[in-house]
């Protein structure tokens, strides 16, 4: 019996990728996501017409809290020593709380709202293992300049620490990370007798302080939060701290790495029940991960057609989209995902032209990879793509055409979107009765040309060699 029960499976997959030209995506609003990856939040400010220009509508910026500010390695953004307060390298409270203001605008259409990256899994690995913060040395520094500390405090006593060894799980560094239970409740540690970051312990206390400082950044108007290594996080600990008056109004993601999708250990193991027993949104990983298959050697852009069938994508409403995240390229262990520069390009096409998942453009301040994301969020090809995703919100989707090479889609009647991964031309004759406006131009927005004219019930749509089109119509 379950051998058949299998076969059948496979042919309602089949039949669900053979009839997706006759079935269209109900068209959603996704707003795309600009990471400002380790921005100062002035330097944010300083930009934030440009970015209102540029057409995003949210900026997820560096975790509001206090780090070591006299080191600016970004890991010291996710390294707290304190949440009752805003002070590290990037900013403090004061420059955070401007940032906010300079996206607002009384213009809805241009307002930008911020996300805030949050680190409550763990505290710093610092001061020989120390596991009362932010330590005594820094609460005799906030009574010493207490004017200071006061403009910076999000909320709590300052003339006392915030937790206590009591706070803290044991001392134990995960090894296996396909155990749940050490991936949840052990340290991340980095090797060679490193004691690891101090992992928080769910209790009443420890809840009660992470609902206060989150509940105190929504005071100051974030729209938005990412929750960091929520992988490392029990279901039990996010769902106990995100009450539904802290998640009224706001946009929350959380951080689960995987290798793919349904039927890989690390989805079934963590993501998955992050998805079912939160209402969170996600990283989508699996589709990333499908993207890499399909625009790789040996790959077939046909598995981009509904990669949501194989349970390889995320339900359209709980994906945040992505072609790179501020960990491939500045973790060593995750540097192997880092995409080929036009397969990149390729892969932001298709997220960016799709209906389904929130998109997320990297935009990086370190400089790794020499400088290769650095002004990222205003590329040139970014910039376009972003106006056809803008212009193209509500619009629904149909998959028109594919081979391994290539694939074919439309957005209602406003647009179309043609990638193509291989050294030779492609072309789709594809059938416009009901799909297109006939005698009307549409406009390759990448290009600013390469008008398609359609003037009866059939086009042939040209891709040229490792290109993308994004026409619309004018």
Request: some cysteine.
């Amino acid at each position: 019996m379950q051998v058949i029960s299998t076969l059948i499976k496979r042919q309602l997959i089949r039949l669900i990728l053979l009839v997706t030209p006759l079935l269209c995506s109900t068209g959603a609003y996704a707003d795309a996501i600009l990471h400002a990856f380790d921005w100062h939040y002035n330097e944010v400010a300083a930009k934030a017409t440009e970015i209102k220009n540029l057409g995003y509508k949210a900026v997820l910026v560096a975790p509001p809290l206090k780090s070591n500010a006299g080191n600016c390695a970004w890991w010291q953004r996710y390294q707290p020593q304190d949440i009752r307060v805003i002070d590290h390298c990037k900013g403090n409270k004061q420059s955070f709380v401007n940032m906010i203001n300079a996206l607002n605008d009384s213009n809805p259409a241009r307002k930008v709202e911020v996300y805030a990256d949050i680190v409550l899994n763990h505290m710093a690995n610092e001061r020989y293992g120390a596991t009362d913060f932010p330590g005594q040395v820094a609460v005799n520094n906030y009574g010493s300049n207490s004017g200071y500390w006061n403009n910076q405090r999000l909320f709590g006593n300052l003339t006392q620490g915030i937790f206590s060894p009591d706070d803290f799980n044991p001392s134990n560094c995960i090894s296996n990370y396909n155990d749940v239970w050490q991936v949840q409740n052990y340290r991340l540690c980095g090797g060679n007798g490193d004691t690891g970051l101090p992992d928080l312990n769910p209790n009443s206390w420890v809840v009660q302080q992470q609902r206060a400082y989150l509940t105190a950044l929504k005071a100051l108007g974030v729209k938005g939060f990412r929750v960091d290594a929520a992988k490392h996080m029990t279901i039990w600990h996010i769902n106990q701290i995100f009450t539904s008056s802290i998640k009224s109004g706001m946009y929350l993601f959380g951080e689960i790495i995987t290798s793919g999708g349904a039927g890989n250990n690390e989805y079934d193991s963590f993501l998955a029940p992050y998805l079912n027993y939160t209402d969170h949104k996600a990283y989508d990983f699996p589709l990333f991960s499908t993207m890499r298959s399909a625009f790789g050697m040996g790959g077939s852009l046909s598995q981009l057609v509904n990669p949501g069938a194989y349970g390889q994508a995320l339900q359209n409403s709980r994906a945040v989209t992505f072609t790179v995240t501020h960990d491939i390229p500045t973790n060593d262990g995750f540097r192997y995902l880092i995409m080929d520069p036009t397969d990149e390009y390729l892969a932001y096409a298709y997220v960016m032209g799709r209906d389904g998942g929130k998109p997320l453009i990297f935009s990086d301040s370190t400089g790794t990879d020499n400088g290769r994301w650095v002004n990222a969020y205003k590329a040139g090809h970014i910039n376009k793509m972003l106006n056809f995703h803008n212009r193209m919100q509500g619009q629904s989707m149909e998959m028109l055409a594919w081979n391994d090479c290539a694939i074919l889609f439309r957005r209602g009647q406003e647009g179309v979107v043609g990638i193509n991964k291989c050294g030779s031309n492609q072309s789709f004759n594809v059938n416009t009765h009901g799909r297109f406006y006939w005698y009307r131009n549409y406009r390759d927005v990448l290009s600013g040309g390469n008008l398609v004219y359609i003037n009866g019930g059939s086009y042939n749509f040209s891709l040229p060699a490792r290109q993308a089109r994004m026409w619309y119509a004018d």
